[in-house]
């Protein structure tokens, strides 16, 4: 079926938002743009592939992981249908679930935070006669480093095995691998972009470099009587803050960036992860004296959020700093 799906260039008959599903090593794994490909290549420009990750409790479904997908697809076809856009890459956007969300998910209350708010959380504690001192995830710091390490090597794992998946009789090659992420999604597109050397791209949106920072804050600002929470066990094991260590983004070498592009973006009014308090703005900085390529945009009036204005954003970067025939240019 696959081989079938990209053996003619587009004609329009099928639509480019409109996601082919396969199972790679009983992942099920949702491939959007296949129509647009031609098979074999025309040009030996090379052909990209960006995952596109969402955020905690939600599914490779969710609103605002469309709104990335639609626009990345059909912004890519755009421009490179243009004049300036001959012998561009192809590009192919990829979504799954993270593990314990949407059809992997084994325990919804694994992605609650320390104290969740709003009306719906406030009722069910109500009902299981949670008092006001009693956290509804007293795993959380742990929980959300293990979804965000485990999605990153989900990435890592498909990058072995989506091409041979896709392509089985060789009909086009993969040259460039991105990753884009939301929320959640933000944080495993940072470790991605530390510990997989094949990522060369990224975009966390609402994401921190550091899940350390971003969550000793949290503790620590927890409000009473369920906070502030100690830095220590069980809501910080040692087990745990050596994996701070290991793994936090800002934490890696600097060899770890060399070439990397990446684009950071940011809501000036998010209270979960705030582009400061989350650790986002001394590690762009890092980077930048590294002489690694940033952009870092913060939106004025803007929560926890992906906006038309960042999709349009992150469709650009891609463009300019990935697919583009003219990508060496600023």
């Known amino acids: 079926m696959m081989a079938a799906a990209v053996s003619s260039s587009w004609s329009g008959s099928s639509s480019l938002t409109t996601p082919h599903t396969i199972t790679v090593g009983g992942l099920p794994v949702h491939v959007y743009g296949l129509p647009a490909l031609?098979?074999?290549?025309?040009?030996?420009?090379?052909l990209a592939v960006v995952f596109?990750?969402?955020?905690?409790?939600?599914?490779?479904?969710h609103p605002s992981i469309m709104g990335i997908v639609n626009r990345l697809v059909e912004s890519a076809r755009e421009r490179r249908l243009a004049p300036d856009g001959k012998g561009a890459k192809d590009l192919l956007v990829v979504t799954f679930d993270q593990r314990n969300h949407g059809h992997r998910t084994v325990d919804r209350d694994r992605n609650l935070g320390w104290m969740e708010g709003g009306r719906k959380r406030a009722q069910v504690r109500k009902?299981?006669?949670?008092?006001?001192?009693?956290?509804?995830?007293?795993?959380?710091?742990?929980d959300m480093l293990a979804c965000q390490v485990g999605t990153s090597r989900d990435v890592s794992f498909l990058i072995d095995f989506l091409p041979?998946?896709?392509f089985p009789h060789d009909e086009r090659t993969v040259t460039d691998w991105y990753s884009v992420g939301f929320s959640l999604g933000g944080h495993a597109t940072w470790l991605a972009l530390?510990?997989?050397?094949?990522?060369?791209?990224?975009?966390?949106?609402?994401?921190?470099?550091?899940?350390?920072?971003?969550?000793?804050?949290?503790?620590?600002?927890?409000?009473?009587?369920?906070?502030?929470?100690?830095?220590s066990a069980p809501y910080f094991p040692r087990t745990l803050m050596s994996l701070f260590d290991a793994?936090?983004?800002?934490?890696?070498?600097?060899?770890?960036?060399?070439?990397?592009?990446i684009c950071v973006l940011s809501g000036a009014d998010d209270h979960l992860v705030d582009y400061y308090k989350g650790?986002?703005?001394?590690?762009?900085?890092?980077?930048?004296?590294?002489?690694?390529?940033?952009?870092?945009?913060?939106?004025?009036?803007?929560?926890?959020?992906?906006?038309?204005?960042?999709?349009?954003?992150?469709?650009?970067?891609?463009?300019r700093r990935g697919l583009s025939p003219e990508k060496g240019k600023l």
């Open 247 to 261: 793994l936090d983004p800002d934490r890696t070498t600097r060899d770890r960036w060399t070439g990397k592009k």
């Open 164 to 166: 041979p998946a896709l």
């Open 52 to 61: 596109v990750l969402h955020g905690r409790t939600e599914s490779h479904e």
């Open 38 to 46: 031609t098979v074999p290549a025309t040009s030996s420009a090379g």
């Open 279 to 319: 650790g986002s703005d001394k590690f762009v900085e890092k980077l930048r004296e590294c002489g690694v390529e940033v952009d870092a945009w913060v939106q004025p009036n803007t929560g926890h959020a992906c906006t038309p204005e960042m999709i349009e954003r992150i469709c650009d970067f891609i463009w």
């Open 127 to 142: 009902d299981k006669g949670m008092q006001a001192h009693e956290l509804d995830n007293v795993s959380h710091a742990t």
């Open 194 to 231: 530390a510990h997989e050397p094949r990522i060369t791209l990224g975009v966390p949106i609402v994401g921190s470099p550091s899940t350390h920072t971003l969550l000793t804050n949290r503790a620590a600002n927890l409000p009473a009587p369920a906070g502030p929470l100690p830095l």
